[in-house]
């Protein structure tokens, strides 16, 4: 019954706008169900073994290895955004080379390819150190390879694009994985968890995001390897059966694997790798497992170019000596790309380098979904990435001090991810993405 004094008009206007309405939220639900994702993976283990680096100097000689090298792409789509996600099992992956594969790469603005390195201390150096008898570190042909495999990865990725929903969580990882080797406790304990699902339930692909050294192995054993990450890869794999993907965080000054042994001793086996590898993979299928379906996320992906003055004299000289070629014209400052995604509730920002666990802490703080992920040595790793109060302060902390570019790195990266999260809309909370 119309209400009393409601004219003929005013009810074929609610009519009217009740199907606006109705048809507007159709709309959405369309363009958010179209939510799609895909994965692939390419191993890169040099044949022959080549030596391993565990950062700046000479490669140390192999004679064997214990898991495989390989780089893993997970591209996301929504609502015409395509995004790329790749983990790589490096020390670090500089532009220098990442750009080689955003510029070949096809059907993904090279601005939303992320790139980031797991930081594995016992894979072939991909920076080109001085070798300290007048040569350099690196394989070209190599590492041309490894930009060729990448490539064909997220190629893959794209092809395989299917409707996906998503499962996000975050928690502590429990149990004996990492610790700070400065000051035992001063680590974040938080992985989160990012997993794609297709609507028949298979795992298409499982992110793990966490703050750790891999360097149980490091490059003094005569062995290549994707340390801890390979068993964490192969864990979820198997548990799952959709592809893993590891991308390390805030892990700076210096938080590590924790293989300690009886006494103190470092435990530098594969065994430990395992250990750490599987744990920490079950510790992250734990957190997901119960999260809830986000049947259609909306993502959102926005990059800056951010500028670093490189202060230090022994960093300026590695970058102008490298055959890698990142000589620019102004040998005094670096720039990077930073990215920043919303994807379903969750936010990511990117950081060229290893943060220490405090501007990882604050950074998190600092911003706007429900689960925040920081993506450490991607798209770029210039060492370490400390405050200026920090800087050159602890005795300690003189290692991370002389391997970063300058004390105002920390500041800057502080400054422009903060003033990224302020330019960029906020992720949609789960509840009001329930409500669309
Ligand atoms: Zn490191």
Same mark, same amino acid.
């Given at each position: 019954?119309?209400?009393?004094?409601?004219?003929?008009?005013?009810?074929?206007?609610?009519?009217?706008?009740?199907?606006?309405?109705?048809?507007?939220?159709?709309?959405?639900?369309?363009?958010?169900?179209?939510?799609?994702?895909?994965?692939?993976?390419?191993?890169?283990?040099?044949?022959?073994?080549?030596?391993?680096?565990?950062?700046?100097?000479?490669?140390?000689?192999?004679?064997?290895?214990?898991?495989?090298?390989?780089?893993?792409?997970?591209?996301?789509?929504?609502?015409?955004?395509?995004?790329?996600?790749?983990?790589?099992?490096?020390?670090?992956?500089?532009?220098?080379?990442?750009?080689?594969?955003?510029?070949?790469?096809?059907?993904?603005?090279?601005?939303?390819?992320?790139?980031?390195?797991?930081?594995?201390?016992?894979?072939?150096?991909?920076?080109?150190?001085?070798?300290?008898?007048?040569?350099?570190?690196?394989?070209?042909?190599?590492?041309?390879?490894?930009?060729?495999?990448?490539?064909?990865?997220?190629?893959?990725?794209?092809?395989?694009?299917?409707?996906?929903?998503?499962?996000?969580?975050?928690?502590?990882?429990?149990?004996?994985?990492?610790?700070?080797?400065?000051?035992?406790?001063?680590?974040?304990?938080?992985?989160?968890?990012?997993?794609?699902?297709?609507?028949?339930?298979?795992?298409?692909?499982?992110?793990?995001?966490?703050?750790?050294?891999?360097?149980?192995?490091?490059?003094?054993?005569?062995?290549?390897?994707?340390?801890?990450?390979?068993?964490?890869?192969?864990?979820?794999?198997?548990?799952?059966?959709?592809?893993?993907?590891?991308?390390?965080?805030?892990?700076?000054?210096?938080?590590?694997?924790?293989?300690?042994?009886?006494?103190?001793?470092?435990?530098?086996?594969? #065994?430990?790798?395992?250990?750490? *590898?599987?744990? &920490?993979?079950? %510790? @992250? =299928?734990?957190? +997901?497992?119960?999260? /809830?379906?986000?049947?259609?996320?909306?993502?959102?992906?926005?990059?800056?170019?951010?500028?670093?003055?490189?202060?230090?004299?022994?960093?300026?000289?590695?970058?102008?000596?490298?055959?890698?070629?990142?000589?620019?014209?102004?040998?005094?400052?670096?720039?990077?790309?930073?990215?920043?995604?919303?994807?379903?509730?969750?936010?990511?920002?990117?950081?060229?380098?290893?943060?220490?666990?405090?501007?990882?802490?604050?950074?998190?703080?600092?911003?706007?979904?429900?689960?925040?992920?920081?993506?450490?040595?991607?798209?770029?790793?210039?060492?370490?990435?400390?405050?200026?109060?920090?800087?050159?302060?602890?005795?300690?902390?003189?290692?991370?001090?002389?391997? #970063?570019?300058?004390?105002?790195? *920390?500041?800057? &990266?502080?400054? %422009? @991810? =903060?003033?990224? +999260?302020?330019?960029? /809309?906020?992720?949609?909370?789960?509840?009001?993405?329930?409500?669309?």
């Amino acid at each position: 019954m119309p209400k009393r004094g409601e004219t003929l008009y005013r009810r074929v206007m609610k009519r009217i706008i009740l199907l606006l309405v109705s048809l507007s939220c159709l709309a959405l639900s369309v363009a958010a169900a179209d939510f799609r994702a895909g994965a692939a993976m390419r191993v890169v283990t040099p044949d022959p073994l080549l030596p391993v680096s565990g950062g700046v100097g000479p490669s140390h000689p192999v004679s064997r290895k214990e898991g495989d090298l390989t780089v893993r792409a997970l591209v996301l789509e929504s609502g015409g955004v395509r995004v790329a996600i790749v983990g790589a099992d490096f020390l670090g992956f500089p532009a220098v080379l990442g750009n080689k594969v955003r510029a070949r790469a096809r059907g993904i603005p090279p601005a939303n390819i992320l790139i980031g390195a797991t930081h594995t201390h016992s894979a072939p150096d991909c920076y080109g150190f001085p070798d300290g008898k007048g040569g350099f570190a690196c394989d070209l042909k190599y590492l041309d390879m490894v930009c060729a495999k990448m490539t064909e990865a997220i190629q893959e990725a794209v092809d395989k694009l299917q409707p996906a929903q998503l499962k996000i969580a975050t928690g502590e990882a429990r149990g004996k994985i990492a610790f700070n080797y400065y000051a035992e406790q001063l680590y974040d304990p938080r992985c989160s968890v990012i997993q794609a699902v297709a609507p028949d339930g298979k795992t298409i692909a499982t992110l793990v995001n966490y703050a750790i050294h891999p360097e149980v192995l490091g490059n003094g054993r005569g062995i290549l390897s994707p340390d801890l990450v390979g068993p964490l890869y192969e864990r979820i794999e198997s548990a799952t059966g959709g592809l893993a993907i590891f991308m390390n965080s805030a892990q700076g000054g210096m938080v590590t694997a924790d293989n300690r042994g009886p006494e103190g001793k470092d435990l530098r086996e594969w #065994s430990e790798c395992v250990r750490i *590898g599987q744990l &920490l993979a079950n %510790e @992250a =299928l734990r957190i +997901v497992h119960d999260a /809830p379906i986000q049947a259609a996320p909306e993502l959102y992906c926005a990059a800056k170019t951010i500028t670093f003055p490189v202060d230090s004299a022994d960093m300026r000289a590695i970058m102008q000596a490298s055959p890698l070629g990142y000589a620019s014209a102004d040998p005094g400052h670096v720039s990077t790309q930073m990215n920043l995604i919303n994807v379903g509730n969750a936010q990511i920002i990117t950081i060229p380098g290893e943060a220490l666990p405090n501007i990882g802490y604050y950074l998190k703080r600092k911003m706007r979904g429900e689960h925040h992920l920081l993506f450490g040595l991607t798209n770029d790793a210039f060492g370490y990435m400390l405050t200026k109060v920090d800087f050159g302060s602890f005795k300690r902390y003189e290692y991370v001090s002389r391997t #970063s570019l300058g004390e105002m790195t *920390g500041e800057i &990266l502080i400054d %422009e @991810a =903060l003033k990224l +999260v302020a330019s960029c /809309p906020a992720p949609t909370p789960l509840s009001a993405a329930a409500q669309k």
